[in-house]
């Protein structure tokens, strides 16, 4: 099936530093990628959505100029977390589709565990 | 706006024993897709299931079944003889409209414990 790699799985970094989380659909072309933010016990929160070759659409209350997104191929997403607080730490989680359909369903990564010193 | 609601926010069985997860959703559009999730202890997502509102028959898949109304808006989902390897927080999402592709609203979970 349909894999998706998230790299790192875990990163402890330091109040003032930047950080670059990356999503890579590893069988298939993902023409679009969404990042998710998960806190503790609560639900998954659709951060944005990322589209090869254009710019992220983020999501009301997520600040675009602090999580930095790049969609460069079909393969690959990347989310930077500039100038990262220790509000910041979360389970971050990008998933893929490689179809433009409201039907798909949606491939996981595994995760990346954020921790803001 | 779409939303999706799952009431139960801890369930505890113990083995053996069937449980049902609960899933109400609501949505403006007449076409859109529900989902079930399972994010085990070690964080990731596993996608169980998806089921367009055009087709209202349950499925079973081993021990997993769902049962989907749409008089009633709901999405269920039951485990039979739960196991202990079945414990974890169960995601339901809703996705809807071609416009919004991928894009799914998620439930705050339910979690599941299911004790030997």
């Known amino acids: 099936g349909a894999v998706v790699s998230q790299h790192p799985s875990w990163v402890i970094c330091k109040s003032g530093t930047s950080v670059k989380i990356e999503c890579r659909s590893l069988?298939?072309?993902?023409?679009?990628m969404f990042w998710y933010r998960q806190f503790p016990k609560q639900s998954l929160m659709l951060m944005a959505t990322?589209?090869?070759?254009?710019?992220?659409?983020?999501e009301q209350g997520v600040e675009k100029d602090k999580f930095l997104i790049n969609h460069a191929s079909l393969t690959l997403s990347t989310l930077t977390v500039t100038s990262a607080h220790p509000e910041d730490s979360s389970f971050y989680i990008c998933?893929?589709?490689?179809?433009?359909?409201?039907?798909?369903?949606?491939?996981f990564g595994n995760g990346t565990r954020l921790t803001v010193t | 706006a779409q939303k999706v609601t799952q009431a139960q926010t801890e369930i505890s069985v113990v083995e053996k024993e069937d449980v049902t997860l609960d899933c109400v959703y609501e949505?403006?559009?007449?076409?859109?897709?529900l989902f079930w999730y399972k994010q085990p202890p070690s964080g990731e997502l596993v996608f169980l299931i998806r089921?367009?509102?055009?087709?209202?028959q349950n499925e079973i898949s081993g021990r997993y079944s769902w049962n989907f109304q749409k008089s009633t808006s709901s999405f269920n989902f039951t485990i039979t003889a739960s196991q202990v390897v079945d414990s974890a927080v169960y995601f339901c999402?809703?996705?809807?409209?071609?416009?919004?592709?991928?894009?799914?609203?998620f439930g705050d979970g339910t979690t599941l414990t299911v004790k030997p």
């Open positions: 089921r367009n509102s055009f087709d209202e």
């Open positions: 999402a809703l996705s809807e409209g071609v416009a919004n592709a991928g894009k799914s609203t």
């Open positions: 998933s893929a589709t490689y179809q433009s359909s409201y039907n798909s369903p949606l491939h």
């Open positions: 949505t403006r559009d007449t076409t859109y897709y």
């Open positions: 990322s589209n090869e070759g254009s710019k992220a659409t983020y």
């Open positions: 069988d298939f072309q993902a023409t679009t």
